[in-house]
């Protein structure tokens, strides 16, 4: 049978923990590893080699575009940082451009592939990406709020005393500032998160929701105050999408996609509880949601369409950046 191939782009730290989670929940894949620095994805593969020899993994391949024919998934990690004087703006313009040019080098090679970005502003450049290939929603994945969402079940395990896959809590929408907790549906031990509270004695009102929520949006900066970068949740999140893919497992996970319509926002990349599974990632029931949840979800779809189009508006009004002969290719590879 042959072995899944998984395409990582950008061999930073979030693309070299990608790779080593990857690696361990997916011991049959073969890894590429791509990087502009081509010597930086050398070194993650070495590396990751010596790190999964304990774990039955031994396929890492650095290298160039050459290596991806054929690849089952792309992850797309690769990306500018933020510089003084950047707006947010800018760091999407050039890091939509980056994924961009990487999609019309990998399309031509593997038409089949299903793609998870994972750079930020994560959900616009899933947006980019999958207004460049036209292929089916299902296929472009942006990360989304799965590792919003691991931060959220760590801080209520940590408050709750419960280990966290037995909290069932998703945060929705926006990767980003806007996003919003699902509280009315959260649930805990199998039963309503309000009736395990009443049972347990425990306390969770209104101000210590909206600190947990600030907690998750600002967890990124506490990390990296600390230590400089945020990679494992990320790398671990990755690894999780990857793995529901190759062993086509029905997972559920809020990952988004370009939807058609949130909250009556047309055509927005947000997240919602999505069926992960070997043809990508699909809407199989709209969550319930209160009033006032819905009202935070549209803002936050309102959010993401904003930037997005901010971002696809600048690159039309720019022109392409590729060759004609590389835009023919990716237009043919294209479903
Ligand atoms: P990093 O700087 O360590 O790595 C980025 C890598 O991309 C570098 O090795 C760089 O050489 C490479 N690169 C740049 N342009 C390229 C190109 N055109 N082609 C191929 N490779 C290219 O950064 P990192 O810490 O690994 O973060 C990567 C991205 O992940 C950032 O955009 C960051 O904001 C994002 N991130 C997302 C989440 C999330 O939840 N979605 C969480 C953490 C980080």
Not at 24 to 29: E, G, K, L, R, T
Not at 73 to 85: F, H, L, R, S, Y
Not at 109 to 133: F, K, T
Not at 142 to 170: C, K, M, N, Q
Request: hydrophobic fraction near 45%; include cysteine; proline fraction near 5%.
């Amino acid at each position: 049978m042959r072995q899944p191939k998984i395409v990582i782009v950008g061999a930073g730290l979030v693309g070299g923990t990608a790779a080593l989670f990857c690696a361990v929940a997916i011991p049959s894949a073969q890894i590429v590893i791509i990087d502009v620095e081509r010597i930086r994805a050398e070194g993650q593969a070495l590396d990751l080699a010596h790190a999964s020899a304990f774990w039955g993994h031994d396929r890492f391949y650095p290298g160039d575009y050459d290596l991806a024919g054929d690849a089952d998934i792309v992850v797309i990690t690769a990306g500018a940082g933020v510089k003084p004087g950047m707006t947010r703006l800018d760091l999407a313009q050039i890091n939509a451009r980056i994924a961009t040019d990487i999609v019309e080098r990998i399309a031509p090679l593997a038409p089949e592939a299903i793609y998870v970005l994972a750079a930020n502003p994560c959900d616009v450049l899933a947006h980019v990406v999958y207004d460049r290939l036209r292929c089916g929603r299902e296929r472009v994945i942006s990360t989304g709020t799965t590792l919003d969402t691991a931060r959220l079940r760590a801080l209520l395990s940590e408050r709750l005393s419960v280990v966290s896959p037995a909290i069932h809590a998703y945060v929705l929408g926006e990767h980003g500032e806007s996003a919003l907790i699902h509280w009315s549906r959260a649930s805990v031990s199998g039963m309503p998160l309000d009736a395990f509270l009443a049972q347990t004695g425990k306390e969770l009102g209104p101000a210590s929701r909206d600190l947990i929520l600030r907690s998750v949006h600002e967890a990124a900066k506490l990390i990296k105050e600390g230590k400089g970068a945020t990679h494992y949740g990320i790398g671990s999140a990755i690894g999780r999408i990857c793995q529901a893919i190759v062993h086509n497992s029905d997972t559920i996970l809020p990952v988004a996609i370009v939807h058609a319509e949130v909250e009556g926002v047309p055509e927005v990349c947000v997240s919602l509880p999505m069926r992960v599974d070997g043809s990508g990632a699909r809407l199989v029931a709209y969550p319930e949601l209160t009033a006032g949840e819905r009202k935070a979800l549209q803002r936050s779809a309102r959010a993401v369409k904003e930037a997005t189009e901010g971002v696809l508006g600048s690159n039309k009004a720019s022109g392409p950046k590729t060759s004609p002969s590389r835009r023919r290719a990716a237009k043919g590879a294209a479903r």
